[in-house]
């Protein structure tokens, strides 16, 4: 239980977030958005009268506003995540964002059985197959709810019904399971339990700082690699644009466009599968990187309380940690711009679809490794320790 903002009688509260793609819902007629409301319905009923308040509108305020602020909160209100995957769901750059900030700080808060993957329509490469998508990856270890054919079945059908009712009482265990009680701080519980789960084989601090050291220097030889294809890709399309605009004025009409468009689709075919490979290879090193960097982070207040001497190395650190965030920042709004200019290009022709839906999914990988990197800030921020401007 924990007590109301009001300070009045406790209760037990609890919220979530339904993340879905928009256009999916309109294809399904408004099922997704209504399944929710099922979802509420049935929670209400298992709980006595207990309201589970769901934020299902990217267009409203509150979703923009509220769901990262609550999650930021360190899971001090039970919140659930469900993501209802569809092949448009791993295509969504908002959506892989969302998902990947909560299965971040789900796993380190301990909080796994909050996020609750709801699969609506098979998806490539999960659960069981061999995909590259470390998103994907990632969900396996979660345990998620099969709808692949409920989502065929009438609302009003028993066989719905019941797979309603299963989705509300895996929310009600999950509730009960978080254990929170009036007056605990959870972060210190939290980073106990972790520090006595480890096992003999589990790696301690020092084999974490190791392997993200390790992995920064792989992690840029990457991204100067990453950078490279995609000048390269720069290039083929530049010059693509001004081939067919010499064959409209020299009057060679469609045929002639359609020409050199699948030539440029052959060329970028090996540029694009590379930066999907290497945005792959990225990830992985960036989780190291990120492990490592995070308990750096989070043991610097405890360091410098005990050694004020270490502040200056301490300081030293965040400063580079910043300056390679912004950088980071400053190359992601041209990726973006990258990613949001795929989209029309697909239309043009379907020998442009393959290569340009692997760069997407490469440069949003892409994308996801920035946001790791603003939360390294974001810690920093929250750590206490004060640093000057300066270098020196």
């Known amino acids: 239980m924990i007590r109301s903002e009001t300070g009045g009688e406790e209760h037990h509260y609890s919220r979530g977030f339904w993340s879905y793609v928009r256009r999916d819902d309109e294809i399904e007629g408004g099922r997704i958005s209504a399944l929710a409301a099922l979802v509420q319905d049935q929670y209400e009923l298992l709980t006595g009268g207990e309201k589970l308040p769901l934020f299902l509108d990217r267009d409203a305020i509150e979703w923009g506003q509220h769901w990262k602020t609550v999650i930021d909160k360190s899971l001090a209100s039970t919140t659930f995540f469900i993501p209802v995957l569809t092949p448009a ?20 808060l301990g909080y796994e059985d909050l996020l609750m993957p709801l699969l609506y329509v098979n998806v490539p490469g999960f659960p069981n197959e061999l995909s590259q998508d470390p998103l994907i990856r990632s969900l396996r270890q979660f345990q998620y709810e099969d709808w692949t054919e409920l989502s065929l079945a009438d609302p009003s059908s028993p066989q719905h019904r019941k797979g309603v009712r299963r989705l509300a009482l895996r929310l009600r265990q999950a509730n009960q ?10 972060t210190p519980q939290i980073d106990l339990r972790l520090e006595e789960g480890m096992t003999n084989d589990s790696p301690g601090l020092l084999d974490r700082l190791a392997k993200a050291e390790e992995a920064l220097p792989k992690s840029n030889d990457i991204l100067r690699l990453i950078s490279q294809d995609i000048n390269l890709i720069g290039q083929i399309m530049t010059e693509g644009t001004a081939c067919i605009k010499r064959a409209d004025q020299q009057g060679k009409g469609f045929a002639a466009r359609l020409v050199t468009v699948r030539r440029v689709a052959s060329q970028l ?49 965040f400063r580079s940690v ?19 200019a795929c989209a029309p290009l697909k239309g043009m022709s379907r020998d442009l679809r393959p290569p340009l839906r692997r760069l997407e999914k490469g440069l949003t990988i892409m994308v996801e490794g920035g946001q790791v990197m603003n939360e390294w800030v974001q ?8 640093c000057s401007e300066t270098d020196d």
């Not at 930066?275 to 990225?282: A, L, T």
């Open 89 to 108: 769901y791993f295509e969504s750059p908002e959506c892989r964002r969302e998902l990947q900030e909560f299965i971040r700080k789900a796993k380190r």
């Open 379 to 386: 810690l920093i921020q929250a750590s206490g320790i004060i």
């Open 177 to 186: 399971d978080a254990g929170l009680a009036e007056g605990v701080s959870t």
């Open 322 to 340: 910043t300056r390679v965030s912004a950088a980071a920042s400053a190359a992601l709004e041209s990726i973006q711009k990258m990613i949001d």
């Open 269 to 317: 075919d090996c540029p694009t599968q590379r930066i999907w490979e290497w945005s792959n290879e990225y990830a992985s090193h960036l989780h190291d990187i990120n492990t490592g960097f995070r308990d750096l982070i989070e043991r610097a207040p405890a360091e410098v309380q005990e050694n004020p001497d270490s502040q200056a190395g301490f300081c030293d650190f």
